[in-house]
């Protein structure tokens, strides 16, 4: 039995359709779980709770974690640590595996011009300071406490299918350009910003969750390399629907009005960093061991428009 708590999200999504080709039995957990593939079998639970967590973890090999609490920083701070103590905690009891697919919010800001898995970790943000938390919990269960885990790590991810207010890329660049209005772009246009596509990270995950030398190791989910400048991907996207490629920048004032009207860009202010400068994140780790290449910019941003635009 492989299980995903936090099915429902976009990343829990994609990974579901993967799983079938190494398992025939998929247990989807979440508060309202809904089949991806015709055998998968539902749980409805609260994953804060602990026995209905229990529960849902009960009889698996291996179990992801692809839950996504709300986007806040004070959600964060109370649901993270308590969610994924009881995780490691139940995964050692019932002797399975635990994949956690992560961010990179823990990264040092000066560093996060290249981006690898051996990335100083001083997290600037609080919302990075509770990721490191988390992360640290994992490793350090896998070196004193005999837990299998890994960590699957993405960059921002975009994708078909990705919830138009769950994705900074929807918001501000596709959504606008779509209705025939400006991109926006945070802090300077002029700097590279890395993307994982979904559909990519799905795929790597389920392919690291069934490699038994996989663990015990953090991994960067394949990412597209020589990421391009927010003002190459508005160019980019505004080509692809045939509209005017124009950018308006929005400084660190203007996404705090912004989030007046927009909670994912409130929430965004104190991760300015990643665009202020180059966010570049490299997956040549997991690309050299697995020999796969990620999905170019090109092709998955075609895809998005194809998909969620047309």
């Known amino acids: 039995m492989q299980t995903i708590l936090g099915s429902g999200g976009i990343i829990g999504i994609e990974l579901a359709k993967e799983l079938p080709k190494y398992t025939d039995r998929v247990r989807l957990v979440a508060r309202n779980p809904k089949k991806v593939n015709d055998k998968d079998e539902l749980v409805k639970a609260d994953v804060l709770d602990y026995a209905q967590l229990v529960k849902a973890i009960a009889g698996s090999d291996i179990v992801y974690v692809t839950v996504g609490f709300e986007?806040?920083?004070?959600?964060?701070?109370?649901?993270?640590?308590?969610?994924?103590?009881?995780?490691?905690?139940?995964?050692?009891?019932?002797?399975?595996?635990?994949?956690?697919?992560?961010n990179v919010y823990m990264y040092d800001e000066n560093h996060i011009g290249k981006m690898t898995e051996n990335t100083p970790i001083n997290p600037p943000s609080k919302k990075g300071k509770v990721r490191a938390e988390i992360a640290n919990m994992i490793l350090d269960a896998v070196k004193n406490d005999g837990l299998k885990a890994l960590i699957a790590r993405s960059a921002d991810f975009y994708g078909p299918g990705v919830p138009k207010n769950n994705s900074l890329l929807n918001e501000i660049v596709f959504k606008p350009l779509s209705n025939g209005k400006k991109a926006n772009w945070l802090c300077s246009p002029e700097h590279k910003h890395s993307f994982t596509y979904t559909v990519d990270a799905g795929k790597a995950t389920a392919l690291l969750g069934n490699t038994e030398k996989a663990y015990g190791q953090v991994w960067h989910l394949p990412t597209a390399s020589n990421p391009m400048t927010g003002k190459e991907i508005v160019n980019l996207a505004a080509s692809k629907f045939g509209a005017s490629p124009k950018i308006q920048n929005a400084p660190r004032f203007l996404v705090k009005l912004m989030g007046l009207f927009m909670p994912i860009m409130k929430e965004s202010v104190e991760m300015l960093y990643q665009y202020d400068r180059d966010y570049v994140f490299d997956s040549s780790k997991f690309e050299k061991e697995f020999g796969i290449s990620p999905t170019s910019y090109e092709d998955g941003i075609s895809e998005v428009i194809k998909t969620d635009y047309k």
């Open 71 to 102: 986007y806040n920083t004070k959600v964060w701070q109370e649901s993270w640590p308590k969610f994924m103590r009881n995780v490691i905690e139940i995964c050692k009891k019932e002797d399975c595996k635990l994949v956690f697919f992560d």
